[in-house]
C-alpha cells in the first residue's frame, strides 16, 4: 500500500516537473537528498527514481517557456572546475573501487542540477519552495528517527540511512537543515504550518541527539550560540536553550552523557586518534601526488593504504599518531579534498566554501536596513548558520561531497542573484501591494507561503 501511495504521487510530481522546470529541479533535489526507496519495501525500490527525476527535469528544460537563462557566478565555475578535477583525479587515480566511480558519478549530477537551477529558481517564492524542498528530503531522516527515540522514551537506537552514512554524518545534516526550519517557521504565515514547522524542529533536535554523535552535540553548540547571539530576543533564546539543556540533561539515557564526557579526552579516545592517523595518511599522499592526489577514496583501497603505510612515519616530526593497522576514510573534509584531489582540489574547495560566504556577506550588505527584505537578510544569516555547521561538523567527517552542501550554495547563489536583479539594478518604481503582485502573476502559493514582503508583527526570533 505504502508503494502504491508513493507511486501516485511520484506520477503526479513527474507530470508537473515536465511542464515546469523549477518542479523537476525541486523533485530531483527531493530524490537525491531523500532516497525514499529507503523507505519503500515492494517495485518501488527496484525503480532509478532519480534517473527518472532527472529525464523529466530536462524534459521540463525544453518545454518551460518561462526558463531563464542561465549566469555563471563564481559559485558555478568553482563547482565545475572541482568536479573536473574530480574527472582528472579518477582517471588517473590509484584506486579501483566502485564507490570511487559512484562519488564522480554523485558529482556530475549535483553540478547538472546546480547549473540548472540556475535557470529554474530566480525569484522569493521559487527560493521558499526549494526550501521546504530541502527541509522534506533531508530534515525527514533526522525527525523520524527523534520521534521514534521521543516515544521509546530514549531507548531507540538510530541506524543511519545508507544513503547518508553513519550516526555522524546524520547528526550534521541534521543539523545544517535545522537553521532552514527556523527560517520557515518565522515565515509561515499559517499557524498550523508554523507550529508544524517548530515540530519538525524539536523532533530534529531529538534525532541528533538520538545518533549518540559527540561531533552531533558539538554542533548543537554552535547553534544554540549562534541562534543566541543573532537573536533579536536574547533573554527569550537564552530561556528556550537552557530549557532544552535542562531537557536534554534530565532525559537523555546514561549511555549517552558517558559518550558524550568522553570528548574532552580526544588523545585517549582510539576513535579519534585513528582519524589523525588517517589526516597524516592522507597528507602524505597528497605530497607524493600534489596535483591529482590518489582519486576519490583512494586510502580505502587495501593496496593504495599498503603503499602509503610504508610512508607513515616520514611525518613523524609533526604529526604524531598510531600507526593504522586497516584502511581508513578520511574523516575530515579538508584532508579528504587533500588526499582525494591533491593540493588544486583542496583550494577549489575551500574557494567553494570562501565563495559562499562572500556571496552571503554581499545579500547582507544589499538588505541591511531594508524592511521589505528583512526576509532575505535572516534568511542569510541561518545559511551562514548552516555553512558553519557543516564546517565544524565535516572537520571529523568524510562528507566533502555531500550533495546538501552544493544545493544549499547554489541556494545561496540564486538568493544574490534574484537580489542583485530586484534591488540594485531595478529602477524605482511605485510599491504594489504583495497581494495584488500575487493576483497579477497568477502565483499559486505553497503551503506555509508568507506572501508579504514586510515583516509580520510577532515574528521575532
Given at each position: 500500500?505504502?508503494?502504491?501511495?508513493?507511486?501516485a504521487?511520484?506520477?503526479f510530481?513527474?507530470?508537473?516537473?515536465?511542464?515546469?522546470?523549477h518542479?523537476?529541479?525541486?523533485?530531483?533535489?527531493?530524490i537525491?537528498?531523500?532516497?525514499?526507496?529507503?523507505?519503500?519495501?515492494?517495485?518501488?525500490?527496484?525503480?532509478?527514481?532519480?534517473?527518472?527525476?532527472?529525464?523529466?527535469?530536462?524534459?521540463?528544460?525544453?518545454?518551460?517557456?518561462?526558463k531563464?537563462?542561465?549566469?555563471?557566478?563564481?559559485?558555478?565555475?568553482?563547482?565545475?572546475?572541482?568536479?573536473?578535477?574530480?574527472?582528472?583525479?579518477?582517471?588517473?587515480?590509484?584506486?579501483?573501487?566502485?564507490?570511487?566511480?559512484?562519488?564522480?558519478?554523485?558529482?556530475?549530477?549535483?553540478?547538472?542540477?546546480?547549473?540548472?537551477?540556475?535557470?529554474?529558481?530566480?525569484?522569493?517564492?521559487?527560493?521558499?519552495?526549494?526550501?521546504?524542498?530541502?527541509?522534506?528530503?533531508?530534515?525527514?531522516?533526522?525527525?523520524?528517527?527523534?520521534?521514534?527515540?521521543?516515544?521509546?522514551?530514549?531507548?531507540?537506537?538510530?541506524?543511519?540511512?545508507?544513503?547518508?552514512?553513519?550516526?555522524?554524518?546524520?547528526?550534521?545534516?541534521?543539523?545544517?537543515?535545522?537553521?532552514?526550519?527556523?527560517?520557515?517557521?518565522?515565515?509561515?504565515?499559517?499557524?498550523?504550518i508554523?507550529?508544524?514547522?517548530?515540530?519538525?524542529?524539536?523532533?530534529?533536535?531529538?534525532?541528533?541527539?538520538?545518533?549518540?554523535?559527540?561531533?552531533?552535540?558539538?554542533?548543537?553548540?554552535?547553534?544554540g550560540?549562534?541562534?543566541?547571539?543573532?537573536?533579536?530576543?536574547?533573554?527569550?533564546?537564552?530561556?528556550?536553550?537552557?530549557?532544552?539543556?535542562?531537557?536534554?540533561?534530565?532525559?537523555?539515557?546514561?549511555?549517552?552523557?558517558?559518550?558524550?564526557?568522553?570528548?574532552?579526552?580526544?588523545?585517549?579516545?582510539?576513535s579519534?586518534?585513528?582519524?589523525v592517523?588517517?589526516?597524516?595518511?592522507?597528507?602524505?599522499?597528497?605530497?607524493?601526488?600534489?596535483?591529482?592526489?590518489?582519486?576519490?577514496?583512494?586510502?580505502?583501497?587495501?593496496?593504495?593504504?599498503?603503499?602509503?603505510?610504508?610512508?607513515?612515519?616520514?611525518?613523524?616530526?609533526?604529526?604524531?599518531?598510531?600507526?593504522?593497522?586497516?584502511?581508513?576514510?578520511?574523516?575530515s573534509?579538508?584532508?579528504?579534498?587533500?588526499?582525494?584531489?591533491?593540493?588544486?582540489?583542496?583550494?577549489?574547495?575551500?574557494?567553494?566554501?570562501?565563495?559562499?560566504?562572500?556571496?552571503?556577506?554581499?545579500?547582507?550588505?544589499?538588505?541591511?536596513?531594508?524592511?521589505?527584505?528583512?526576509?532575505?537578510?535572516?534568511?542569510?544569516?541561518?545559511?551562514?548558520?548552516?555553512?558553519?555547521?557543516?564546517?565544524?561538523?565535516?572537520?571529523?567527517?568524510?562528507?566533502?561531497?555531500?550533495?546538501?552542501?552544493?544545493?544549499?550554495?547554489?541556494?545561496?547563489?540564486?538568493?544574490?542573484?534574484?537580489?542583485?536583479?530586484?534591488?540594485?539594478?531595478?529602477?524605482?518604481?511605485?510599491?504594489?501591494?504583495?497581494?495584488?503582485?500575487?493576483?497579477a502573476?497568477?502565483?499559486?502559493?505553497?503551503?506555509g507561503?508568507?506572501?508579504?514582503?514586510?515583516?509580520?508583527?510577532?515574528?521575532?526570533?
Amino acid at each position: 500500500m505504502r508503494d502504491l501511495a508513493f507511486m501516485a504521487l511520484f506520477l503526479f510530481m513527474l507530470v508537473n516537473a515536465a511542464r515546469c522546470l523549477h518542479a523537476g529541479t525541486m523533485l530531483w533535489a527531493w530524490i537525491a537528498l531523500c532516497a525514499p526507496q529507503q523507505y519503500l519495501y515492494g517495485i518501488a525500490t527496484s525503480l532509478p527514481l532519480n534517473k527518472i527525476a532527472v529525464a523529466v527535469t530536462l524534459v521540463g528544460l525544453f518545454v518551460d517557456q518561462t526558463k531563464k537563462p542561465p549566469y555563471i557566478d563564481a559559485h558555478i565555475l568553482l563547482v565545475g572546475l572541482f568536479v573536473l578535477q574530480g574527472v582528472i583525479c579518477y582517471s588517473v587515480g590509484l584506486s579501483d573501487l566502485d564507490r570511487s566511480y559512484d562519488i564522480l558519478d554523485k558529482m556530475i549530477k549535483i553540478y547538472a542540477l546546480c547549473f540548472v537551477t540556475t535557470m529554474a529558481a530566480r525569484d522569493r517564492l521559487q527560493i521558499h519552495s526549494m526550501l521546504i524542498v530541502i527541509c522534506l528530503g533531508m530534515g525527514i531522516h533526522g525527525a523520524l528517527e527523534g520521534l521514534k527515540y521521543i516515544t521509546s522514551g530514549g531507548n531507540h537506537t538510530v541506524i543511519a540511512p545508507a544513503s547518508i552514512g553513519d550516526n555522524n554524518y546524520l547528526a550534521m545534516a541534521t543539523l545544517m537543515v535545522m537553521p532552514l526550519l527556523v527560517y520557515l517557521f518565522r515565515y509561515s504565515e499559517s499557524r498550523l504550518i508554523r507550529l508544524s514547522f517548530l515540530g519538525a524542529l524539536l523532533a530534529c533536535f531529538a534525532g541528533v541527539i538520538a545518533t549518540a554523535s559527540r561531533g552531533g552535540l558539538v554542533g548543537l553548540l554552535v547553534l544554540g550560540t549562534f541562534l543566541f547571539l543573532h537573536s533579536r530576543r536574547k533573554l527569550l533564546a537564552l530561556f528556550g536553550i537552557a530549557a532544552l539543556a535542562a531537557g536534554l540533561l534530565a532525559f537523555a539515557p546514561e549511555q549517552w552523557t558517558e559518550r558524550m564526557t568522553t570528548i574532552g579526552a580526544a588523545g585517549q579516545d582510539n576513535s579519534f586518534m585513528s582519524r589523525v592517523s588517517s589526516w597524516k595518511l592522507n597528507t602524505i599522499l597528497a605530497l607524493d601526488r600534489p596535483l591529482v592526489g590518489g582519486g576519490y577514496s583512494a586510502l580505502e583501497n587495501w593496496a593504495v593504504f599498503d603503499i602509503y603505510k610504508e610512508k607513515f612515519h616520514t611525518l613523524d616530526g609533526f604529526i604524531d599518531s598510531p600507526e593504522p593497522s586497516f584502511a581508513l576514510a578520511a574523516h575530515s573534509i579538508y584532508f579528504q579534498t587533500l588526499g582525494d584531489l591533491g593540493f588544486p582540489g583542496f583550494l577549489l574547495f575551500m574557494a567553494i566554501l570562501v565563495t559562499g560566504f562572500r556571496n552571503l556577506g554581499r545579500i547582507l550588505r544589499m538588505t541591511r536596513g531594508r524592511e521589505s527584505l528583512v526576509w532575505a537578510y535572516d534568511l542569510a544569516v541561518l545559511f551562514r548558520l548552516s555553512l558553519v555547521v557543516f564546517m565544524v561538523s565535516g572537520a571529523l567527517l568524510s562528507a566533502a561531497y555531500f550533495e546538501l552542501l552544493y544545493i544549499m550554495l547554489t541556494q545561496v547563489s540564486v538568493l544574490r542573484r534574484h537580489l542583485e536583479e530586484t534591488v540594485v539594478a531595478a529602477k524605482p518604481r511605485p510599491r504594489m501591494s504583495a497581494q495584488t503582485h500575487d493576483a497579477a502573476m497568477g502565483v499559486v502559493l505553497p503551503i506555509g507561503w508568507d506572501s508579504t514582503d514586510a515583516r509580520q508583527p510577532g515574528r521575532e526570533w
